[in-house]
Structures are given as structure tokens and as C-alpha cells.
């Protein structure tokens, strides 16, 4: 099979690699970005343990194809921290227990950010119903949706919600995002 060249934003700096058009976005992330953070589990979109940003979107990205995301805006967990502070979200798990073994986090994290950025508000049964595709084998769901909803209190305060969609103007990953 005919490698390609991917070559797409992440986490707000342009990457590019060549790989085979078979292979899953995780798998291009993991093994050619090294962006190891986001995870895999069941290879077929059940446990959204894979779950990164494409242009805003939540999706699963053991089931898109590197070469689908071609030109895209992607964003990992490893988006979301900013000059070495973390995001509200990541705080707020932190101070919620909002993980066991933490498999799942990930996963949990980018789906919620999905929410998040939409800048609208929203109440517990949404926020659950926003995470019912994913699954915590640990079973810490009560304290994955107290850490969701702890970070909705800390944007509101004025933590900014940065690291995601959005890179400040001005920082490294701003500028190596420039055409
Ligand atoms: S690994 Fe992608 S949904 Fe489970
Ligand atoms: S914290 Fe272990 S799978 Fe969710």
C-alpha cells in the first residue's frame, strides 16, 4: 500500500507524516506524533477512550482515518494544558477525583471539552447525556460529572478556557501555526 504524506494542525502546530492511507487517526497520533496521550480501547467506537477534537467535533478517532483528517484542526489531552499551567477542566478533575485509573480521562476530557467550547449553558442531565458514550470501566461516572461541572464553575469565575480550540496570539504554537 502507498504511504502518504498527513498533514494536519495539532494542538495548534502544523504536523505532517507519512503513513499508510489504512491507518487510524489514534494510531498516527500515538505512533507518528508520539502523542501518546489519547488512548485506546476498543478499536471499534464503543468507549470513546480515543476521543480528540476534529475542527470542534468530538469524534472517535479509532474510526477515522488519518488521511480523513487531513487538513484538519485537531485537538489531544495534550492540547489542553497552556505554558505549563492546566486547563480548568484538568484542575477541576484533579480536585474532584474525577479518575481511577484514569484509562478513560482522556476521553472524558476531550468530549466534555466539546461542551465546553460551545460557551453555552447547560445543566447535569445534559452533561450526562453529553458523556454517555463514553465508559469508565472504574465506574467513577458521579465524580467524572462533579469534575465537569467543578470546571464550569471555574471558567465562569475566570480561568480562561484556553489550550483547545483556540491558541492565544502571541504564544509558540500561534506562530508555528502561521501559513
Ligand atoms: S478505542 Fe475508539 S471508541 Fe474505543
Ligand atoms: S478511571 Fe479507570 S476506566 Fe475510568
Not at 30 to 56: F, K
Not at 122 to 138: A, Q
Amino acid at each position: 500500500m502507498t504511504s502518504e504524506i498527513v498533514r494536519l494542525t495539532v494542538n495548534g502546530r502544523v504536523r505532517e507524516a507519512l503513513t499508510e492511507p489504512r491507518k487510524t487517526l489514534v494510531d498516527f497520533l500515538r505512533e507518528d506524533l508520539h502523542l501518546t496521550g489519547t488512548h485506546i480501547g476498543c478499536e471499534h467506537g464503543v468507549c470513546g477512550a480515543c476521543t480528540v477534537l476534529a475542527d470542534g467535533v468530538a469524534v472517535r478517532s479509532c474510526l477515522m482515518l488519518a488521511v480523513q483528517a487531513k487538513g484538519a484542526e485537531v485537538t489531544t489531552i495534550e492540547g489542553l494544558e497552556f505554558e505549563g499551567k492546566l486547563h480548568p477542566l484538568q484542575e477541576a478533575f484533579r480536585e474532584s477525583h474525577s479518575f481511577q485509573c484514569g484509562f478513560c480521562t482522556p476521553g472524558f476530557m476531550m468530549t466534555a471539552m466539546e461542551l465546553l467550547n460551545e460557551g453555552l449553558p447547560f445543566g447535569e442531565r445534559e452533561l450526562r447525556e453529553h458523556l454517555s458514550g463514553n465508559l469508565c470501566r472504574c465506574t467513577g461516572y458521579q465524580s467524572i460529572v462533579d469534575g465537569v461541572l467543578l470546571a464550569v464553575e471555574k471558567v465562569a469565575r475566570g480561568q480562561s478556557s484556553t489550550g483547545t480550540d483556540t491558541i492565544p496570539e502571541g504564544s509558540p504554537a500561534a506562530e508555528d501555526a502561521m501559513p
